[in-house]
């Protein structure tokens, strides 16, 4: 059994620039002034259209899929806040941000199923959005699919609650804890501190500040049998933990932004790529203007 897969979904960031209700959280945003809007748009199509390139040269099966451009999605160039797949299943996930929720899109199920990728709904957690309990995917969730765990950082992003119905909704065990940048901040996605992949698991302990929660996650990815690597709270900041392995038995790469890999010291880069080949992919200006790297791009088709 495989942690991985070698066809994913990404949308075409058409509307992309800078979000004000969801820099409220998060801390990777920031606003580039000396830039107009439409030229920010412009050199984040690049930039995404690059790394379709990129992933499509390395083996990966890219279904790429657009919205509407009246619709003004600025952030859609994230999908996997909003919709997680599982086997022959998918998931609706509740979203924090207001401006964010119409990024969801049933026309792509369809658009998916004509393509011979046939899912059917296990679950719709927008009606939580009414009550203010959010859950965004496996921004929120990291999943350890081989052994059916599930990680999460609790914040205002990931409910606690909520996260406990979707580990019952898919039958993963799950781990709960909170966790913290360099500045004292509440992370908000869980993405943004750990990774798992077949043998590895990438995971910033130190942001752990609960001796109890840190020892609790420790334990967890030990019993995995996946090598850990630990990263630091610097290494958050520059996107290091929002990686993901992709491929098949025969072909797997680790993708990772630019600045990610930039960060990564020699043990590091030599445990990643003991069983993976690094692909490095530059996006700094969706990553500033979004707050978002390489793994947030990429919905995983399981």
């Not at 990777?28 to 990129?54: D, L, P, R």
Request: charged share 25%; glycine share 4%; hydrophobic share 35%.
């Amino acid at each position: 059994m495989s942690q991985i897969t070698k066809n994913i979904l990404m949308i075409k960031p058409n509307s992309f620039g800078y979000n004000d209700e969801t820099s409220n959280d998060n801390y990777f945003q920031k606003n580039v002034s000396h830039i107009s809007s439409s030229e920010i748009k412009s050199i984040a199509i690049q930039e995404f259209e690059n790394m379709v390139s990129i992933l499509e040269n390395n083996g990966i099966n890219v279904v790429v899929m657009e919205n509407d451009k009246n619709k003004r999605l600025t952030d859609d160039v994230f999908p996997n806040n909003w919709i997680s797949f599982h086997e022959d299943k998918y998931v609706i996930h509740s979203m924090f941000a207001k401006s964010r929720r119409s990024e969801k899109n049933q026309s792509f199920i369809k658009d998916l199923a004509s393509m011979n990728f046939s899912y059917e709904l296990l679950n719709d957690y927008s009606e939580f959005e009414n009550e203010s309990i959010f859950l965004e995917g496996t921004g929120s969730v990291v999943l350890d699919r081989i052994n059916k765990v599930a990680y999460c950082s609790i914040s205002k992003r990931s409910s606690n609650k909520l996260f406990k119905l979707f580990c019952d909704d898919i039958g993963y065990n799950a781990i709960s804890f909170t966790s913290f940048d360099l500045r004292g901040n509440l992370i908000y996605h869980t993405n943004v501190m750990m990774s798992i992949g077949d043998e590895f698991s990438l995971v910033c302990l130190e942001s752990i500040k609960d001796v109890n929660e840190r020892n609790k996650v420790k334990k967890s990815l030990e019993k995995s049998g996946k090598k850990i690597v630990t990263i630091s709270l610097k290494q958050v900041d520059l996107f290091t933990g929002n990686i993901i392995q992709l491929g098949d038995n025969k072909n797997k790469i680790i993708v990772l932004s630019e600045e990610a890999y930039e960060s990564l010291n020699k043990h590091q880069k030599n445990i990643l790529s003991a069983e993976s080949k690094l692909v490095v992919i530059p996006i700094p200006t969706i990553q500033t203007c979004g707050g978002g790297s390489v793994r947030c791009m990429i919905t995983e088709l399981i």
